[in-house]
RNA sequence: GGAGAGAUGGCUGAGUGGUUUAAGGCACACGCCUGGAAAGCGUGCGUAGCUAAUCCCUACCGGGGGUUCGAAUCCCCCUCUCUCCGCCA
C-alpha cells in the first residue's frame, strides 16, 4: 500500500511513477483524492461534534453528582439530538474511507528511480552473466525425455492423480528433488545468515492481502474447504510461495530496531491456479500447478534495503553456481514487475534441452509497500514507529532448477552427471538408467 | 464435537455506566547519586487521524452491531486464545 500522505503531497510524482507500469493505475489517483477529501471534510465536522457531546456529557455527569437533576435533564434533552448528526457523519466519514482504502489496496507500488523503464519483458536491460552455454558433441535431450528413459518423473501417472500440472517424482527423481530441497536450506542457513522457518503451507486470507496477492489476483490461487463444507471455502488459501506465510510472521507487531534484520529461509511447495498462463497442460516440468520452492525472505531497515536486495541476489547466484549452471540476471524493467514490488531481479537459468532461459529466481523489494498493508512497523532508536522494507527471492524454484540441472549434467550415454556439491545429499555421483 | 475461562498500550496488569484525559509495575530515554556500576530517587514515555505544531481536538481496551446525554464497563453476533473432556496422526 502506498502512503497516502504521499499521494496527497506529491500527486504528480505518485501519478507519473505509476505510470510507468504501463497498467493505467495513475488513472485512479483523481477518485482516490476525492474520496479522501470527502473523509477528511466529514471526519472534520463530526470531530469537533463529538467534542461538544463529550463537553455537554461531562457537564450532565458533574449535575448528577451535585443532585441537581432537573438540569441534568433539560441538559439531556438538549444533547439528544447532536447523536443522530453523529451517527450520519460517521457513516459518510466511514463509507468514504473504506472505499478509499479499496483503492488503496488496487494500487501497485511505485518503481524503484534505478528501474528501466519499460513495457514488457523485451525491455528487461540483462546485467550479468555467469558461465556459458554448454557446447556438447551429442544433440541434448529434453527433461522430458530424460526424465522418461531415467524414470525420474512419471507425467503420466501424475495425470491419473490429480490432472496436467501436477508431477510424480520417482525413485531418483524424488531422491533428487529431496536432496535439492536439502542442499538449498543447509546452503543459505549454514552460508548466509539466514533462520531456517518452516511454516504452514496454508494462509488466511489477511496474508494473501499483507503481500499484495489479494484482493487484485484472487482468481490465480487455490483456496480450500474443509470437509464438504462450502462455507468455509476461501478461509484458507494453499500458500503460492513461502512468502506469503513468512513475510506475515511479524504482521501486526512493532518491532525494536534492535531485532533487525530479520532473515528468514524457508522450503514450501507452491500452488498456483495459472489461470489463463501459456504452457499450462502441456507436459513437462516447467509450468506446473505444484512446485517446490526454497524461498528467502528479509525484514530490514529501509536504509539497508536495497543492499540486502543485492546480497539477496549473490545468495541465489551462488545455488547456480555450485550447481555449475549457466544463468543470467535480468532487471525487470517498469511494465514487467510484480504488484507489490519497487525492483526485481529475475535469474533465468540456462537449459539446453530446451534451448532457453528458465526463470528459477525472482528477487524483490517491495520497500514499505507490504509491511503498510501487515501494520509491520518498528522502533527507531529515536522513538518512531517507521515501516521496515521487506524482501523476497527464490533461493530458488525447484521444478525447473531440475530442469536446467539434469538437462546442463546429462551425458552422451544417457546418464546423469551429479555436480560435486549436491553429491553428499544425493549420496551418489551419477544417476544411470 | 462438548464444557468452562479469557482477549486492555512494547510487555505485564487494575478497571462492572460519569476527575479513566486507561491506575500500578516492567522495559526504554534523560537527569540526580557513584571512583565506576547496581540499587535508589526524579522526570518523561501508547497508537493513529488532524495540524505549522511534541498545543488542542477526535478515535482506539480482539472485530462488528445495539442501549445511553455518556460504554473498556451493560446487551447481541462473530473471531481468536487457553484449560478440561471426546476423537485422532
New binding site residues.
Given amino acids: 500500500m502506498l502512503d497516502i500522505?504521499l499521494i496527497r503531497e506529491k500527486t504528480e510524482f505518485v501519478r507519473q511513477r505509476l505510470a510507468t507500469r504501463g497498467a493505467g493505475d495513475e488513472t485512479k489517483i483523481d477518485e482516490l483524492l476525492k474520496l479522501d477529501e470527502q473523509r477528511?471534510k466529514a471526519?472534520?465536522e463530526v470531530?469537533?461534534l463529538?467534542?461538544l457531546?463529550?463537553?455537554?456529557?461531562?457537564e450532565?455527569?458533574a449535575l448528577?453528582?451535585q443532585k441537581k437533576l432537573a438540569e441534568a435533564e433539560a441538559k439531556?434533552a438538549e444533547?439528544?439530538n447532536?447523536?443522530d448528526q453523529i451517527a450520519a457523519l460517521d457513516k459518510q466519514a466511514s463509507e468514504s474511507e473504506s472505499a478509499r482504502d479499496t483503492l488503496m489496496l488496487q494500487l501497485p507500488n511505485l518503481p524503484h528511480e534505478s528501474v528501466a523503464i519499460g513495457k514488457t519483458a523485451e525491455d528487461n536491460p540483462e546485467i550479468r552473466v555467469h558461465g556459458t552455454k554448454t557446447s556438447c558433441d551429442f544433440t541434448p535431450k529434453t527433461h522430458v525425455e530424460l526424465c522418461e528413459s531415467l524414470k525420474l518423473v512419471d507425467f503420466q501417472r501424475a495425470t491419473k492423480l490429480s490432472g496436467s500440472g501436477f508431477l510424480l517424482y520417482t525413485n531418483w527423481g524424488a531422491r533428487l528433488e529431496r536432496a535439492l530441497i536439502q542442499f538449498l536450506l543447509d546452503l543459505h542457513v549454514t552460508q548466509h545468515e539466514y533462520t531456517e522457518v518452516s511454516p504452514p503451507f496454508m494462509v488466511g486470507e489477511q496474508c494473501m492481502v499483507g503481500v499484495g496477492q489479494f484482493p487484485k489476483f484472487k482468481d490465480q490461487y487455490y483456496g480450500v474447504a474443509e470437509g464438504g463444507d462450502a462455507n468455509n471455502l476461501g478461509k484458507l488459501y494453499l500458500v503460492p510461495t513461502a512468502e506469503t506465510p513468512v513475510a506475515n510472521i511479524h504482521r501486526e507487531e512493532?518491532l525494536k530496531e534492535t531485532d533487525l534484520p530479520i532473515r528468514y529461509c524457508a522450503y514450501t511447495p507452491c500452488f498456483r491456479g495459472e489461470a489463463g498462463a501459456a504452457g499450462v497442460g502441456t507436459r513437462g516440468m516447467i509450468r506446473v500447478h505444484q512446485f517446490d520452492k526454497v524461498e528467502l525472505i528479509k525484514i530490514v531497515k529501509p536504509e539497508h534495503g536495497y543492499d540486502e536486495l543485492e546480497k539477496m541476489v549473490a545468495n541465489a547466484e551462488k545455488v547456480l553456481q555450485l550447481l555449475g549452471l549457466h544463468y543470467r540476471v535480468i532487471l525487470l524493467c517498469t511494465g514487467d514487475m510484480g504488484f507489490g514490488s519497487a525492483k526485481t531481479y529475475d535469474i533465468e537459468v540456462w537449459a539446453p534441452g530446451q534451448g532457453s532461459y528458465l526463470e528459477v529466481s525472482s528477487c524483490s523489494n517491495c520497500e514499505d509497500f507490504q509491511a503498510r498493508r501487515m501494520n509491520l512497523?518498528f522502533?527507531s532508536e529515536t522513538?518512531e514507529?517507521k515501516f521496515p522494507h521487506i524482501l523476497n527471492g527464490s533461493g530458488t524454484a525447484l521444478a525447473r532448477l531440475f530442469v536446467a540441472l539434469i538437462e546442463t549434467h546429462q551425458q552422451a550415454d544417457g546418464s546423469l552427471h551429479i555436480p560435486e556439491p549436491l553429491q553428499p545429499y544425493l549420496k551418489a555421483s551419477r544417476i544411470t538408467a
Fill in positions: 500522505k477528511r471526519l472534520a470531530e469537533s463529538k467534542s457531546r463529550n463537553r455537554l456529557s461531562k450532565i455527569g448528577m453528582g439531556k444533547t439528544k447532536l447523536g512493532l512497523r522502533k522513538g514507529n
